[in-house]
């Protein structure tokens, strides 16, 4: 069945019954049905939005339409982790071809279900519109960490200091790997393929790590979406230094290096979507935030002072790389200006 004969009332009633299954947070007042959904607040409140649009940001040849309702969903969870946040409410906006079929949609609920299960958010309202390109636009607010005297606790771009260190949870370029992996590159073994790809299809923001980081001193974070180096950038034009990161101590994983032996440090200083935190700090705050994180949180470098705000790999001597990608702009490099 296409969603045009089940109509826009029959797909929010469709959708309002799967998201039910996220479970209703005590807060909320007022879900999916009203003309405003109402939330009791506290705290100081974070909100952010990300959209996701088909032939810009992923194919449906490579994306299951349940990846791209958790994804839709995790790259919103990594912006509020970024910023040392609990998500909580999450706005959903559809933009559909009219013959999408119900099927699908049905899986794109399920993918928001299992990530609304896993992150702790629950979906109260939205709007469907008729469209030939399918966009997926997502709002999501989010609680600030705070102190004991109920001060917040943020980690912003602006926050780094000279001489702090920069630390980055997970590995960088599994995702952007699996990318040249699922358009058809040729594949170095089967494990490795495997685990490539799906870092691709399933973002991974490492929300209870960003949490634990604003509690334990760090003030200053940025999610890694469009590749370590050009959002490394990003904090140091913001908090007015430079950054010096050591090639050598990128984290990699095994499969990345065994697919791709000559690209790997190119896809993990430049390649995006990797979705990990990077966390910036005096060395004994991120020395805390290793001790009490499940995942691997190394350090790459330091800020440093440069009037410049350059990003600077060095390698093994010292000696400055310089790395084909640079990482990624959406207006610079939209596709139909290719
Ligand atoms: P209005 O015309 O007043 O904007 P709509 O008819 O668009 O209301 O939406 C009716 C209700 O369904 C609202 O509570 C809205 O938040 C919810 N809703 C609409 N689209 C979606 C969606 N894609 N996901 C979740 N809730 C939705
Ligand atoms: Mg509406």
Redesign the pocket.
């Known amino acids: 069945m296409k969603i045009s004969e089940l109509g826009?009332?029959g797909l929010?009633d469709r959708?309002?019954k799967a998201?039910a299954e996220t479970g209703r947070p005590d807060s909320l007042l007022i879900g999916?049905?009203?003309?405003?959904?109402a939330w009791k607040a506290s705290g100081v409140q974070l909100i952010t939005t990300d959209t996701l649009i088909e032939g810009t940001h992923f194919s449906l040849h490579h994306w299951g339409w349940r990846d791209l309702g958790w994804n839709a969903l995790a790259v919103n969870v990594s912006d509020i982790g970024a910023m040392g946040g609990t998500p909580e409410q999450a706005?959903?906006?559809?933009a559909l071809p009219p013959d999408a079929a119900v099927a699908d949609l049905d899986e794109l609920a399920a993918g928001l279900v299992d990530a609304g299960r896993e992150y702790g958010t629950a979906?109260v309202?939205?709007?469907?519109v008729a469209c030939e390109t399918l966009m997926v636009t997502m709002a999501l607010t989010g609680q600030a960490t705070a102190d004991a005297e109920g001060r917040p606790l943020l980690m912003t771009r602006d926050g780094a200091r000279a001489g702090d260190v920069i630390a980055v949870t997970g590995y960088l370029g599994d995702s952007a790997g699996g990318l040249r992996l699922l358009a058809g590159e040729r594949e170095a073994d089967p494990e490795a393929t495997e685990h490539l790809k799906r870092a691709h299809l399933r973002h991974r923001p490492p929300l209870a790590v960003g949490r634990a980081a604003a509690r334990l001193g760090v003030r200053a974070a940025i999610d890694v979406s469009d590749g370590l180096l050009q959002d490394l950038g990003h904090v140091c034009r913001a908090s007015g230094l430079g950054a010096v990161v050591r090639a050598t101590v990128v984290p990699m994983s095994p499969a990345l290096v065994r697919s791709f032996p000559g690209q790997a440090l190119a896809l993990a200083c430049g390649g995006g979507e990797d979705y990990e935190l990077v966390l910036i700090a005096p060395g004994h705050a991120i020395q805390q935030v290793q001790r009490v994180s499940k995942g691997p949180v190394s350090i790459i470098g330091e800020m440093t002072a440069d009037p410049e705000h350059r990003v600077r790999l060095l390698d093994a001597g010292g000696r400055e790389l310089s790395l084909p990608a640079a990482g990624w702009d959406h207006l610079r490099e939209a596709p139909w200006r290719r």
Request: hydrophobic fraction near 60%; glycine fraction near 14%; charged fraction near 20%.
């Open positions: 826009e009332f929010i959708l309002a998201f999916i049905g009203d003309d405003a959904a706005l959903l906006t559809l979906i309202g939205g709007d469907i």
